[in-house]
């Protein structure tokens, strides 16, 4: 209980230590809502159209439930309504007109948030037609937006809702750049167009890189950066520019006069230096995580995530301190030299240390199974003689993540008024026996494995071979 | 100097494999391999590093080491079925990589047994899950044909390779398509004119004229497809789609003497009753169920249910799976099939065949059934005792034997692991923490 505390409290710490993030924590955040809003330019010119599909009032009875914040109740219940989970209790008397599902042997957890995904961005087939994440064409492209990439019909969609249980994704541009774009979060529900599964409200992030993919992809085309000190140089020269372009905004949303020359990448560097867009760093090695820190201050923002992080359990101390948090795999490494130092227990070293943590895909196939990554996580740290409960495991899928998301004070974990993403699983949700049953988003079942007929198929999977087959 | 002998004297004691041990395990949640179900109170019993009986009411020879096994699973140990174990260490680090190599003027003569590093990192890793043989393959570069693949144990000495050239590694399909110029009938040209140059050297080797690099087969290649076209060797063949397994098939017809194996083989379960008919046994990929590729369109976790439910061999491989690190995952795929059960409308498989499927199965295909992949009688000594259901994710072996050799289970990573198990300086930098 004292790693449950711990972790918690890191990722608490790291909202307070900044004042920005501080106050968007007291009102809602999200595009649109950013310093400059209404006056300079319109921060949300591709709005959300999400809605939540129709739902019927659902108790679930009799459950181990893991509420993602760390809770556990056996034998409990969980009622939702109208999108919205109503309560989480020991017992729960039955609404009239509500679905009753007696859960005896099973469990329930809120819906897997995953941290990083390209899906959409890289879809199924991977046929380079299709082949969006990575704009390879300069080392700082901050004016690409992974949403004008997504595209709605990857099959990868469905095979991570029905197998793997996820109701919230993040999609983040590929990592060849320093500054590889805009991401989205979106809702793991199918539509016609990207808007309509965007997450209301959810922050933009923007991706950046460090290491070796940047310094190889345009260091080959004899060009900045070949060498990290090159892709810090290049940071950092773009941050400069950054904070010129956010002070001359800054000055004409005060003042009025003449507008500034509007920028495409500037526009999101300043959303980063205001607090408004969160920064997600692929990083994996240790030394590298500590001098982007350092960067960080330098320029006046925040890193909220390192993705990958493969050597964070080597600067757990510091990552706490900066109030930075790691999203990592369970288990890969050594397919580059980054990750050469991979090992099972990064995420219980970093959590038994209160650095904020949590798991992450990058994978089509990953995505699939992020609760038994997080079970690997576990059978580590038990070995390392780090215990962990299984309710403090779930907050590396529910509320972590929705922290480095920004979207906390709505889903992943369950607590009453929040969104209704759940998921009811046939077993113990760590074990390789278990599959989900239920999935439901904003309250609508969306994947039921007892219904054929709540089974999503992609426009590109109808009419072929196994089309509508159990994935 | 006195670092140098200290070093030689490490290298001579880890060149040679341990002597066997006689052993015997007792009380064991004993787990055959071959398909059959768990036997509670088992003995195994290994002479000279071979099986020699498991079971019940076995009696212990006098003399043996005797384990006690506390009721714990005992198994075989697992045969990866489909690997780069032990011929990469960095997958990006080129030096460290000798899976392909798409300059060279070679590609069926290629031939990993001798680029096998026992101490590559991923062969102690792997090991220390339960890992102890794995079938190793070349990846192909200018030519649909790979290369010679070994079968290798993960033991920790410097005698890795179980037998060398056990069998040829070819690319079908898409990317077969792609290394012969860029459609499938250049590959199915290319396939063709091979076996006819080699069959042409195997009439009469002397007279066999070697064009070098303007050859379209070379002579050390031509060699190389002997045992393929007289099937001393099977033909381990990477191919997805149905329409291309069911050619596969009809090579087999075509060329009399061909083993074909099949690898990957997504869309199997479509065609599973013609690959049963003819007797071809597949290495498929487990979970599978993405449409990837135009050739994967019918991608689903039901394949491997499917194909054995239609009477097909079919064992767990991890083609382009990260399969030079990450063998040991075949474990928990084979967990997710018997998870695969319990949901209405898809395949999957019960415990104890899910677990023939990364025992067993792997080694018949190659045809190296009766030397590995079970513990009856005969089989070399690869014996795994576990903390718990080898399938379940976390579950560890306690202990390792290969060929009757106990072995280490610590590894680079659990080396990591204890440096920064606190991370923060004790007093001196962490490089003096070990």
Redesign the interface.
Known sequence: MLALAGGLAACANAGAQDARTASAAETPQGPGRGPGAGKGYDHDPYPSTYHPYPGQPTLVTNVTILDGEGGRIDGGSILFRDGKIVEVAQTIAAPAGATVIDGQGKWVTPGIIDVHSHLGDYPSPGVDANSDGNEMTGPVTAEVWAEHSVWPQDPGFGRALANGGVTTLQILPGSANLMGGRSVTLKNVYGRTMQAMKFPGAPYGLKMACGENPKRVYGSKGRLPSTRMGNIALDRATWLRARDYDRKWDKYEADGGEAPTRDLAMDTLRGVLDGEILVHNHCYRADEMAIVMDMANEMGYRVTAFHHAVESYKIADLLRARGVCSAVWADWWGFKMESYDGIGENLAILDRQGACAMIHSDDANGIQRLNQEVAKVMASARRAGIPVTKEHAWTWLGINPARALGIDRVTGSLRAGKMADVVLWNGDPFSVYTRPDKVWIDGALLYDAGNPRLRPVSDFELGQPGEGDVK | MKRLILSALFLSTAALPAAAQNIVITNAKLVIGDGSAPVEGGTVVVQNGRVVAAGRGVAAPAGARTVDAGGRFVTPGIVAGFTRLGIV?????GPTNDAGASASVFNAALDVAGAVNPRA??IAINRSEGVTRAVVAPDNGGSIFAGQGAVIDLGNDMDAVTRPRAFQFMEWGEAGARAAGGSRPAAFAMFRNALFEAQGYGRNPASFADRGKDALLTRADAQALQPVLSGQVPLLIHVER?SDILGVLALKREFAGLRPVLVGAT?GW?VAREIAAAGVPVIASA????????E???????NIGRMKAAGVTVAIGMIND?E???ARLVK?YA??L???S?????AGLDWDAAFATISSLPAQALGMGSDIGSLAPGRRGDVVIWDGDP??????PTQVFIDGVEQPLGNR?TR??DR??V??EQGLP?AYQR
């Open positions: 260490e960095v997958d990006g680090v990192t991923p149905a869309e479509t979970l599978a169920d993405l449409p990837a590729s135009f994967q369109l019918a991608a689903t976790q039901s990260d030079a690190r990450q928990q967990g997710n018997v998870a695969l319990k949901i209405p409308g898809a399938l379940e994710i976390g579950s560890m990573q990591l692991r920064y198990l991370p923060t962490k």
